[in-house]
Structures are given as C-alpha cells and as structure tokens.
C-alpha cells in the first residue's frame, strides 16, 4: 500500500517561488503533482516516469514549473518560479504502480495535499 506525504506549501507574494516535495512509501512507477484551485477540478500539473525519467508538464506550465525526482528515496520534486495567484490551489503529489506516466488517468494514488497560496 503506497502512501505519499507532501511538504514544502506556503504562502508567497506574486513572482516568487517554491519548491514541494513528495516521499512515497515504496517504489511506484509513476510520481507527479495535481491541484486543485477554488471552485476549480483537480488537475494534472507534471508527471514523470521513475524507470526513464520522461518528465511531462502541462504546456501551460511549461517554462515555469519543473518536475524532477530522487528515485534513490523515492521521491518527486515541484519546483515552481515566477507564481501567479492563478497559481493557488491545493498541489497533491500522486503515483501509479502502473503505465504510462504521460496519462493523468494513470494516476490513482494521491497524498493529502499541500496548499500554496499566492498573493
């Protein structure tokens, strides 16, 4: 049974940046982050593959956000520059014990989420 904990949300002023993290319990096959804005669906952020290292964001994320991993620790990495209010939402870290990590329907593990806010 794989658990996720994330850490690293906080609040920061308009351009500034931030870095989340995600542990999992065991080696999953694929790791990412959602979010979740106000009034807002939960939605696919980046994802990357923890055999290849294939990263995938968002393309209007692109640029801005960066996925990366620690696959010695089972771990995945958000790193976000340049945030915009739009940017605030609860950011959960999600894996899959399956394939293929390009596919936002893979997902189906999650942790509890950490909230960042931007104003």
């Known amino acids: 049974h794989v658990q996720l904990v994330e850490s690293g949300g906080d609040s920061v002023q308009p351009g500034g940046s931030l870095r989340l993290s995600c542990v999992a319990s065991?080696?999953?096959?694929?790791m990412g982050w959602f979010r979740q804005g106000p009034g807002k669906e939960r939605q696919g952020v980046a994802g990357?593959?923890?055999?290849?290292?294939?990263?995938y964001v968002v393309d209007s994320l692109k640029g801005r956000f960066t996925i990366s991993m620690d696959k010695g620790k089972n771990a995945v990495y958000l790193e976000m520059r340049d945030l915009d209010p739009e940017d605030t939402a609860m950011y959960y870290c999600?894996?899959?014990?399956?394939?293929?990590?390009?596919?936002?329907?893979?997902?189906?593990?999650y942790g509890q989420g950490t909230q960042v806010t931007v104003s």
């Open positions: 065991m080696p999953t096959r694929c």
């Open positions: 999600a894996a899959s014990l399956r394939r293929p990590c390009a596919l936002w329907t893979t997902y189906d593990i």
């Open positions: 990357i593959g923890v055999g290849d290292g294939a990263r």
